[in-house]
């Protein structure tokens, strides 16, 4: 019996992450930036402050501390004059899955490490607020994934239990994550495919959503009354 399903945001509802690296690797040729797109990997499912770290690590020495405030200022000015106007890419099937889930009467999270107001800019954008029952942004946790703070605290707000939850997740942190709060993942790659570990702590690995969709068909949702 499961109770409820909650969903990662980046790189699961929107194809962000791809928008970003497409951000980011116009600044890398224009500044000299190298491997970019390696060290683009390393901060898919990290927050704001991995990231930087991430990219000091990777670019401080030879580029100055300010590196990775440079990058991710210039790259967020660049990806909103992208995406402002028509919105993010969504995921193929993301409101089919959602509308099918919502009909069964299932509760629906979202638990990101983006912060939450950010979340919702973007998904009232898309349409896809009213969807969640509960959101939780990295701005309410201390730890980021792949701690399983947040998760757990999501399983708290929906009142329910984390081994009778499903979590949706494309990256090793938030699979690791999910994993750790006791939850059933389940993981959509999206730029990193799955290896080894995440297969071991997944429940199943799916090529996109449409996938799950079927694969949750046959799961039993008895929503908590509590």
């Known amino acids: ?31 000299g930036l190298k491997d970019i797109e390696t060290v683009f990997r390393r901060c ?7 990231t930087r770290m991430i990219l000091t690590e990777a670019y ?50 979202l638990a990101s490490s ?21 959101i939780i942004g990295g701005d309410a946790v201390t730890i980021s994934k792949p701690d399983p703070e947040i998760y757990l605290l999501a399983c708290r707000e929906m009142n329910v239990t984390p081994a009778n939850t499903i979590a949706i997740e494309d990256s ?10 006791g939850m059933r993942p389940i993981m959509v790659p999206d730029l990193i495919p799955a290896d080894d570990e995440m297969k071991r702590l997944s429940e199943a690995v799916f ?3 449409s996938e799950v969709k079927e694969y949750l068909h046959f799961i039993d949702f008895q929503p908590s009354r509590g």
């Open 44 to 50: 898919i499912g990290t927050n704001k402050n991995q």
């Open 172 to 181: 090793y942190n938030g699979i690791r994550s999910a994993h750790a709060a």
């Open 60 to 109: 401080a020495g030879e580029f100055g501390e300010d590196i990775a405030d440079r990058l991710m200022a210039e790259s967020s000015v660049l990806f909103h004059a992208r995406y402002d106007d028509n919105g993010l890419p969504m995921k193929d099937g993301v409101r089919e899955i959602l509308d099918g889930l919502k009909e069964r009467g299932v509760p629906l999270g």
């Open 207 to 209: 090529k996109d959503l």
């Open 1 to 31: 019996m499961m109770e409820a399903v909650i969903f990662d945001m980046d790189g699961v509802i929107f194809d962000s992450e791809r928008a970003c690296l497409f951000c980011w690797s116009d600044l890398a040729g224009k500044w």
């Open 114 to 134: 983006t912060r939450k107001a950010a979340v919702e800019e973007e998904l009232r954008a898309a349409g896809l607020l009213s969807y969640f029952d509960r």
